[in-house]
C-alpha cells in the first residue's frame, strides 16, 4: 500500500521505473565463449523516473516521486536512497515480489553500457495505484513509456490541470500512441521516433509526431552528438559537450531532469536543451546511472566553458527541413479542409 500522509506541493511529480543497478566495469566488452576480469562491481540506484526525481531534488526542486517495489533488499535499497535524497515518495508496495534490479555491463575504453535488465509483472505500475491529489499543484508530471496505462491516466490528469506533461520515451511500448495524445513535451531516444513513424531523419519523423499528435514541443536526444528538436516551426539542434565518459548509464534519466528543470523555470528552448545536454555530460563522468549529477554552477560551467562536439546537423539542414516541414503541413491541411483525409 502506498505511505499515507498529508498531500503536501511539490514542483515536480514523477511517475516511473525505479531500479536497483549493479555495475560491472569492464576493460573492455567480452567477446562470446570467453573469461574476462572485472575492474568493480557496485550496487546503485537507479531507474529512468527515479533518478531524474533525485537531480530535480538536488537542483532545489521540490519533487514527489510514485513508484512499486518489492519486499525484497532491492526494494528497501531504492525505498532507503530516496528517502536519503530527499524525495517525497508515494510507494507502492507488492509483498512477495522481487524489485526491478539490472546488471550494467560498462566498457572502460569508451564508457558505453550494455544493460541487463529484469521486471517481475507484479511490479507494474497500475492505473488503480494513482492518487488524482498527487498532481495537485505540480508544476511538470514526468512519466515514462513502461506502464503505458498508469502514465496515461496520471497524464490525462495532469492535462485536466494544465500541468505540463514531459515524457520520457525509448521503446514503443503498447499504448504508448494514447499516452502521446496528453504529452506536452515528448523527449525521445534518437531511435523511438523512426519506431513510431517507420521514418528514419529525424527531420522528418519529429515534425510527422509534432502533427499527429499536437504536442507543443518533440525532442530527441543523441547521445555525445547532443539534442534535436522541433516546435512546429522550427528546428533546434544544440551539439553535446565533450568529457571523459566513465559510464552513459543514467545520461538520458539526468537530461530529462534537466528539461524539466527548464521547464519549470519558463526558460527558452536552446537554453533548455544547452542544460539538459551539460547535466547529462557530467553524469557521465562517473559511475552509475546517478553517478555524478552536477550541483548548478558546475552544470552552467561546463554549459559556458566545455568543448563541443562536432555538429550533427548544418544551419542550412535545419532552415530547408523546417521549410520542408511546413508545406507538408500546410499541403496536409488543405487537404483536410478539402474532406480528402
Known sequence: MARKSKTQRADVVGVGINATDT????????????????????????????SAMVACQRWGLRTRYVGKVGDDAAGKFQVREMSREGVEARWIRVANSPSQSSYILVDNRSGERTVLWKRDPRIAIRPSDLRRQWLNGCRTLLVDGHDTAASTRAARWAREQKIPVVADLDNLYRGVKELLKYVNFPVTSRDFPQRLTGEQDLLKSLPR?????????????????????????????????????????????????GFIYGVVHEWPIEAILEFSNAAAALNCTASGARGRIGTLAEIDNLRRNGQRSGAAYSVKQLVEAAKTAERIKTGSDRRRADGNL
Open 23 to 50: 555495475i560491472i566495469h569492464l576493460p573492455h566488452f567480452p567477446a562470446s565463449d570467453s573469461k574476462i576480469e572485472l575492474i568493480s562491481s557496485e550496487i546503485k540506484a537507479g531507474g529512468q523516473v527515479a
Open 209 to 257: 509526431i509534432h502533427s499527429d499528435f499536437k504536442c507543443r514541443l518533440i525532442a530527441a536526444t543523441l547521445g555525445s552528438q547532443g539534442a534535436l528538436a522541433w516546435n512546429g516551426t522550427q528546428f533546434f539542434f544544440v551539439p553535446g559537450l565533450k568529457v571523459r565518459a566513465l559510464d552513459t548509464t543514467g545520461a538520458g534519466d539526468i537530461f530529462h531532469a
